[in-house]
């Protein structure tokens, strides 16, 4: 059993604390604008996968595009007129929310009779390619089609007169699987649609809705329906109900998503400023919920289990599925930022309380229970660019805690957590420590499972010369350790004992040149059970990367990992070989692009008797993908005319000691085809833009 995930993170030589995002000096936007904010070159990619970005004290992560230079945001419910405020914040890998910038900007409203203005406008592109197969060879059967087509559109209007505006948008696919029939039965497929009537920043919304709030009754809820939104409501209060489509929707299917009222969640939430001073020193969120589900809902029973996942997976809970339910849940949550400093608290109250029918032979139950929440995070400078950051939070979910609005919220669970770290000239040091425990009703009956993790981390950019960085590279270091003993509190008669460890260490060395830079690193872990449930297992591993650009738009990359997981039971090892090479540039002016990818994995497994079937995987498993591609961009896109791109394709794959008949016959025959396939693709995309721009 693997001990855990075997990742690497390597941190950059420019350090991970003194950058601020790069406000644009305009501080104007219309109301059809992106909104796009500038990032510090050399951010590495675990720092931009950790970036939360906040509108008007709202969390707008999920919606941003973000990239290696900015963040891209384009409102699926444009802004409101008026001031606004945006909030840029890192999440470290200990949890320490460090302040990354603010930029309050103004959004102006269309002018009543503006010259050269019409109040009205459609823009949006619609793009389509064409492939044909023009070479093939020992291709697995059935092989696809020779010919296909597929298109994409995204469009949008807007009718704006005085201070109301109706907007609508679509975007979605269209073409055929096979150049014949559609795309599952239909010509085109909305992924998106929706139209909204505005008035400054109260709108009404029909379609596809992301409700931005995030708390311990509704959360992440992106789904088709209505909603509606009032604004500027005394005590700098705003009101947002809604009415949407408990299970998720595609397509043309559902309508507008909240004509069913058996699959359907509606609810309302509060949320007030009532400081006008310091709109960030108290905000209250008051929401109420309701609705009901044909299916998927379900209840968890507690029990004591084990894995090697860091952090582990238990305590877990089985889950007994329950036909449709029906109930309510409310949540009131107290956040404050204290004024003057960087202290943020948070803490939120939730209960629900659902009816499940009791179809297929069972008997309805009724199920109601409490959540609650309490966190506070803390950053501090402390001169000469050094800063000190700590966060603590605790959770409890009640064991048949239910909310249709957060159907991700894990039952009976109660964590806490705390962390601390400093950084600065180069070194960042944290470190975290919790624990996570079941049986949140303290069942007598059933047994308790308690969890401990805890996790050191270091990276440091070396200061070095540059005699010697001329030569090795600018280099940084990243160590880091988790732990993790999961082990019964209480032990009931009959029921299974859990007591586990997971230990996994990383080593990580980065050397960086204008225009190369290469890593080399090792990881370790180990899983041990104590209760002789499952087999104790170490890991260990190399890895090594080199990545060289090329003028301003090439590359090459070379990266490697090798595993070798040994089970101290059985005496058996699972031996991983991963190598991957990619490359990329352009030729031409830019007319020509080009880009290879070769990946190739090697698994040589002793197999434990009767843990893997060996008819399908084999005890020595080679796979190897490569794919090529050439684009001639014949045509360039201009803001009014659409370009023509001409492209030769082709892809390889090749697998040994699997057993292809009997994948094929199990319905993995993915993992059984082989062979070689060329293409020559036509794709073109044309913009459209009508009216105000």
Not at 93 to 105: A, H, K, M, N, V
Not at 222 to 245: E, I, K
Not at 639 to 661: K, P, T, V
Request: net charge negative; hydrophobic share 40%.
């Amino acid at each position: 059993m693997l001990a855990g995930a075997l990742g690497i993170e390597h941190a950059q030589a420019d350090g991970a604390v003194s950058w601020m995002i790069q406000a644009p000096s305009q501080s104007e936007l219309s109301p059809a604008a992106n909104v796009e904010i500038a990032l510090p070159a050399g951010l590495s990619a675990s720092q931009l996968a950790s970036l939360g970005i906040e509108i008007d004290q709202i969390d707008i992560t999920a919606l941003a595009h973000i990239s290696a230079n900015k963040i891209l945001y384009t409102p699926p419910q444009p802004l409101g007129p008026g001031l606004h405020d945006l909030r840029v914040v890192e999440y470290a890998s200990d949890g320490q929310l460090i302040p990354r910038g603010d930029w309050r900007f103004t959004v102006t409203a269309l002018a009543k009779g503006a010259a050269g203005k019409r109040g009205w406008y459609v823009k949006g592109n619609v793009g389509g390619t064409l492939s044909e197969r023009v070479a093939e060879s020992d291709l697995t059967p059935p092989a696809p089609s020779a010919l296909t087509g597929n298109g994409t559109f995204d469009l949008k209007a807007a009718r704006t007169m005085a201070e109301w505006s109706v907007e609508g948008s679509m975007s979605g696919l269209a073409g055929t699987d096979n150049g014949i029939g559609a795309i599952g039965g239909q010509a085109v497929q909305p992924a998106q649609m929706q139209v909204a009537l505005r008035h400054g920043k109260d709108n009404l919304i029909l379609g596809d809705q992301a409700l931005p709030f995030d708390n311990l009754a509704i959360s992440g809820l992106s789904r088709r329906g209505v909603s509606g939104h009032l604004a500027d409501l005394p005590l700098g209060t705003d009101l947002t109900a809604f009415s949407v489509r408990e299970s998720s929707l595609a397509g043309f299917y559902g309508g507008f998503g909240f004509t069913d009222s058996g699959d359907v969640v509606s609810g309302a939430l509060l949320q007030s400023h009532p400081l006008a001073g310091a709109p960030k020193a108290l905000v209250v969120q008051v929401g109420v919920f309701t609705g009901t589900a044909p299916a998927g809902l379900s209840t968890v029973v507690p029990y004591p289990a084990g894995n090697g996942s860091f952090p582990p997976a238990v305590p877990n809970g089985a889950v007994i599925p329950v036909q449709s339910g029906s109930g309510t849940a409310w949540v009131v949550g107290l956040s404050s930022q204290i004024p003057g400093s960087t202290l943020q608290l948070n803490t939120q109250y939730a209960g629900s309380s659902f009816d499940f029918e009791g179809t297929s032979g069972q008997s309805p139950v009724k199920a109601s229970d409490n959540a609650y929440s309490a966190a506070a995070n803390y950053s501090h400078p402390l001169g000469d660019h050094w800063m000190l950051g700590a966060n603590a939070s605790y959770q409890d979910v009640g064991t048949y805690f239910t909310s249709l609005a957060n159907p991700t919220l894990t039952p009976d669970r109660r964590n806490g957590t705390a962390a601390a770290s400093l950084s600065g000239h180069g070194l960042s040091l944290a470190a975290s420590g919790g624990f996570t425990e079941d049986n949140t009703d303290d069942n007598a009956s059933i047994a308790t499972v308690r969890s401990l993790p805890q996790s050191v981390s270091l990276s440091y950019a070396f200061g070095l010369p540059t005699t010697v960085t001329s030569w090795l590279g600018a280099p940084s270091l990243s160590l880091s350790r988790q732990d993790a003993r999961t082990r019964n509190v209480t032990l009931p008669s009959g029921t299974e004992p859990s007591d586990s460890d997971v230990l996994n260490e990383t080593l990580g060395l980065n050397f960086s040149y204008p225009h190369l830079t290469w890593q080399a690193g090792v990881t370790g872990g180990k899983y041990r059970d104590y209760t002789g449930q499952q087999d104790n297992t170490d890991n260990f591993g190399p890895t090594a990367g080199l990545t060289v650009t090329l003028g301003k738009s090439g590359s090459i990359g070379l990266n490697m990992q090798l595993i070798d997981s040994h089970d101290l039971v059985q005496d058996t090892h699972t031996l991983d070989h991963n190598y991957a090479l990619n490359a990329a540039d352009s030729f031409l002016s830019n007319k020509v692009t080009a880009q290879l990818t070769l990946s190739i994995n090697r698994n040589t497994q002793q197999l434990i008797p009767g843990s893997i079937p060996p008819q399908l995987i084999g005890n020595d498993v080679v796979l190897r993908t490569a794919s090529a591609q050439l684009t001639w961009h014949a045509v360039a896109a201009t803001a009014h005319r659409g370009g023509l791109d001409i492209g030769l394709a082709c892809s390889w794959n090749e697998s040994s000691g699997l057993n292809d008949a009997v994948l094929t016959t199990q319905g993995y025959s993915a993992l059984a085809t082989t062979g070689f396939q060329g293409f020559l693709t036509f794709s073109s995309r044309w913009p459209l833009a009508l009216g105000d721009q």
